[in-house]
């Protein structure tokens, strides 16, 4: 839950259609105390009937850490021109009187809800907690492939809270997935102390050791060729196997790497086991790679 250290608003006070007259109050003067979003809509806007329900929402899950109001130009346009609002929906964040973020357009509710973390966290919103849902927007848009966008996101919850193992792995994950694997790995070397073993950036590396490994992989058709000419020929199946985690298939990788192990578990210094272990690490702890990988391996360790 999403807090700020005061009171909650009662739901039915969260959004609100105000005047120009009142914006004074309901914008400038109540943002001193909690973050005020003002949507600038009008009637006749077709994207803004797709934002303000989508935003309204968004709002509302945050259970009072913002408030949101809404502003039709055609009726604020003072309000409009000192702003310099050119189109619309525009959206902009208010904390302290002041604008601290915003944009123009609709956007995806995973976005919204990585804004609304934003503007949580840019008006010192409660670490412990009240980011989680700014940072699982943020996985959101990274798995969605909005690496950059995701990584914005993951930095200002660093801001806020620089010991957030989840938001400092999402930084890393989000350079690995825009191929920028130095500033990856400087990130991650960079972890503070205090989290710098923590299971989020255990997986963090994990994924990065694979990433490197993908810039070397080899074709698949030809490694898998070798190995269906020479079952005995481990290289080429352990070579297969880095290549098919590269294009995404972490269940034949696993495959490979089991067989592998089966074959002979002490080839070079047992590479198939910790390369399994790496593949682990790297997939979240429930994906059934990762579940059905695990017994496998266990029932040819303790066979």
Same mark, same amino acid.
């Given at each position: 839950?999403?807090?700020?250290?005061?009171?909650?608003? /009662?739901?039915?006070?969260?959004?609100?259609?105000?005047?120009?007259? =009142?914006?004074?109050?309901?914008?400038?003067? !109540?943002?001193?105390?909690?973050?005020?979003?003002?949507?600038?809509?009008?009637?006749?806007?077709?994207?803004?009937?797709?934002?303000? /329900? +989508?935003?309204?929402? !968004?709002?509302?899950? +945050?259970?009072?850490?913002?408030?949101?109001?809404?502003? #039709?130009?055609?009726?604020?346009?003072?309000?409009?021109?000192?702003?310099?609002?050119?189109?619309?929906?525009?959206?902009?964040?208010?904390?302290?009187?002041?604008?601290?973020?915003?944009?123009? @357009?609709?956007?995806?509710?995973?976005?919204?809800?990585?804004?609304?973390?934003?503007?949580?966290? !840019?008006? @010192?919103?409660?670490?412990?907690? @009240?980011?989680?849902?700014?940072?699982?927007?943020?996985?959101?848009?990274?798995?969605?492939?909005?690496?950059?966008?995701?990584?914005?996101?993951?930095?200002?919850?660093?801001?806020?809270?620089?010991?957030?193992?989840?938001?400092?792995?999402?930084?890393?994950? $989000?350079?690995?997935?825009?191929?920028?694997?130095?500033? +990856?790995?400087?990130?991650?070397?960079?972890?503070?102390?205090?989290?710098?073993?923590?299971?989020?950036?255990?997986?963090?590396? !994990?994924?990065? =050791?694979?990433?490197?490994?993908?810039? #070397?992989?080899?074709?698949?058709?030809?490694?898998?060729?070798?190995?269906?000419?020479?079952?005995?020929?481990?290289?080429?199946?352990?070579?297969?196997?880095?290549?098919?985690?590269? *294009?995404?298939?972490? =269940? @034949?990788?696993?495959?490979?790497?089991?067989?592998?192990?089966?074959?002979?578990?002490?080839? #070079?210094?047992?590479?198939?086991? $910790?390369?399994?272990?790496?593949?682990?690490?790297?997939?979240?702890?429930?994906?059934?790679?990762?579940?059905?990988?695990?017994?496998?391996?266990? *029932?040819?360790?303790?066979?």
């Amino acid at each position: 839950m999403l807090e700020l250290g005061m009171g909650q608003a /009662p739901a039915g006070d969260l959004v609100k259609d105000i005047t120009e007259a =009142e914006f004074m109050a309901e914008v400038v003067e !109540a943002s001193q105390s909690v973050p005020i979003i003002v949507d600038f809509w009008a009637p006749w806007c077709g994207p803004c009937k797709t934002l303000g /329900p +989508a935003l309204e929402a !968004a709002v509302k899950e +945050a259970r009072g850490a913002v408030r949101m109001v809404k502003v #039709n130009v055609d009726e604020a346009q003072n309000i409009a021109g000192q702003l310099r609002i050119q189109s619309i929906p525009t959206v902009y964040a208010f904390w302290q009187g002041q604008p601290v973020d915003g944009f123009q @357009g609709a956007l995806p509710g995973s976005e919204l809800k990585a804004f609304i973390g934003r503007v949580v966290a !840019a008006a @010192g919103g409660d670490a412990s907690g @009240g980011l989680d849902e700014a940072i699982e927007a943020a996985e959101e848009m990274l798995e969605q492939g909005a690496a950059v966008d995701a990584a914005q996101t993951f930095a200002a919850i660093l801001g806020e809270d620089p010991n957030n193992a989840r938001a400092y792995a999402g930084m890393v994950q $989000a350079h690995i997935a825009m191929d920028d694997l130095e500033q +990856a790995e400087a990130i991650l070397n960079g972890a503070p102390a205090e989290i710098s073993r923590a299971p989020e950036l255990e997986a963090a590396h !994990a994924k990065l =050791e694979l990433a490197k490994q993908a810039g #070397n992989a080899g074709p698949i058709t030809e490694l898998q060729a070798q190995v269906d000419a020479d079952p005995g020929n481990h290289q080429a199946r352990f070579d297969l196997a880095q290549a098919l985690y590269a *294009s995404g298939d972490a =269940e @034949g990788a696993v495959t490979q790497l089991l067989e592998l192990f089966r074959k002979d578990r002490e080839w #070079n210094d047992g590479a198939a086991k $910790a390369q399994l272990f790496t593949i682990f690490e790297a997939l979240k702890p429930n994906d059934p790679v990762v579940l059905n990988g695990r017994r496998k391996l266990s *029932s040819m360790i303790f066979a």
